[in-house]
């Protein structure tokens, strides 16, 4: 410990001083005392090395439906327990979660909860999961990990929700502790990630592929169309071909549409048309389960068998509505095999979401 804040790794210390953060491509620069961009990892005031302010402080907990990080091929119907902190190592102009991940004022939006207080309370609320979201677990790598380690113990599993921005080596250590995850990709061109999200396409990729072929990690995709800004039929086209290729065509794929926040308070919502378009295109270029989100459209939010068309798992939001499929995962018509993660039965959460008062699982 240093201060108020634990050290961590993935740095390096330049000739003139300075601290390099190496935990994601930003590679930000400090000297002692300073901050990051996610404002939660700074410079050690000695200059001697890093540490995370954001330990053991979270900006709230809530037991969600499994399908609003969204997944919808891993443990359908289940409870997932999510909390995240302050902070984040991107700056979407665009974000739906700004007042977490810009957060600077630690203290005001977060409680305090050790790991083994998380693992005891996703337990004794049923949860099958704990999700690491609406920030991103990159920037609290070690909190996440000691968390995720508590949770296997009781037999718990961990999800991250996160943008896949990340750095080779501390991305093997952070999904070495995960059992899926949401990998946002928020577009298929450099220039949308440069001038919206200040970041870059590349590692996002690298991350996607590192997690499909190198991983036991269950992994879905989630990209958020925005009007005007990444919706053509030309980059849908590119990263369903891409996903196709390059990942695996069973991956699935969310298609949400977006709301005005934040910075972007002027472009329009998407309408309900351009997800389905989307969802059309990357349909057409061979990926066998592609979605829609943040709109109603049930037949959209379906689980479809690929072998026979059967519908496998209907849903009418966050809440199934119809499940045929075996103990194993088996499609009932044909019985071919799901790609995902599935119990014996699926859950029975519905579409409730739970605010917890974390500090009750204190021991």
């Known amino acids: 410990m240093s201060g108020d804040g634990v050290n961590v790794e993935y740095w390096t210390k330049l000739e003139d001083g300075r601290i390099e953060c190496r935990l994601c491509p930003r590679f930000c620069r400090m000297r002692p ?25 979270s900006t709230g907990f809530c037991v969600d439906p499994i399908e609003k990080k969204p997944l919808n091929h891993f443990l359908p119907g289940s409870s997932v327990l999510s909390f995240g902190t302050a902070g984040c190592n991107l700056a979407c102009a665009f974000c739906q979660n700004w007042d977490i991940s810009k957060s600077r004022e630690v203290e005001r939006l977060s409680s305090v909860a ?14 099958a999961s704990v999700a690491y979201t609406y920030n991103d677990p990159i920037i609290f790598m070690e909190y996440a990990l ?10 718990i599993k961990n999800v991250a929700v996160t943008s896949g921005f990340i750095c080779e080596e501390p991305r093997k250590r952070l999904f070495g502790g995960m059992d899926a995850a949401n990998v946002d990709l928020k577009a298929f061109t450099e220039r949308f990630y440069e ?25 879905e995709i ?3 169309l925005i009007p005007g800004e990444n919706e053509s039929d030309e980059e849908i086209e590119a990263l369903a071909k891409w996903v196709a290729a390059e990942l695996k065509a069973d991956i699935p794929l969310h298609f949400t549409a977006f709301h005005p926040d934040y910075h972007m ?31 109603h459209d049930p037949a959209r939010e379906a689980t479809v068998c690929p072998t026979c068309g059967a519908r496998c798992i209907g849903r009418d939001g966050y809440r199934i509505t119809e499940y045929n499929l075996d103990a194993k995962g088996c499609c009932k018509s044909c019985g071919t095999r799901m790609a995902g993660v599935f119990a014996d039965r699926p859950g029975d959460w519905g579409s409730r979401r739970l605010p917890v008062e974390i500090e009750r699982y204190a021991a």
Do not use: S
């Open 33 to 57: 005392g300073q901050r990051g961009l996610c404002f939660v990892r700074r410079a050690r005031e000695d200059g001697e090395g890093m540490e995370l302010t954001g330990y053991g402080r």
């Open 114 to 127: 050790t790991p083994e207080t998380i693992a005891r309370a996703a337990e004794r609320l049923g949860c």
């Open 146 to 155: 000691d968390t995720a380690a508590a949770c296997r113990t009781k037999g």
């Open 195 to 219: 001038k919206r999200c200040a970041g870059h396409l590349k590692p996002v990729q690298d991350t996607l592929k590192y997690l499909v072929h190198e991983t036991d990690v269950w992994t």
């Open 222 to 224: 989630t990209t958020l």
């Open 265 to 295: 308070l002027d472009t329009p919502p998407t309408p309900l048309a351009t997800v389905q378009r989307a969802r059309a295109i990357a349909l057409r270029n061979g990926l066998r389960h592609v979605y829609v989100g943040n709109v």
